[in-house]
């Protein structure tokens, strides 16, 4: 049976860049509770709710990334 492992840690968009290699706009998302060596990823800024409906993050809005995998049993071959 697999079980996922997630986590949940509050961020803040802290910045939107253009993508140099992606050409689409990027929002830079800082994670609190983090080293700050770590706590920053980039993301595509294209986002649809459950509805459809396309929406952008903007500088300052408050986000809840989740971090998941899946544990897999380790091959015993």
Known sequence: MRRR?????PGRVTKIVDGVEVR??????????TD?????LRIVNFLMDEM???????????VDVVVGADEVEPDKS
């Open 5 to 9: 492992a997630e986590t949940h840690k």
């Open 24 to 33: 689409e706009e990027l929002a830079e998302i800082t994670l609190e509770g």
């Open 36 to 40: 700050p060596m770590y706590g920053k």
């Open 52 to 62: 459809g409906q396309k929406h952008r993050l903007q500088e300052g809005d408050g």
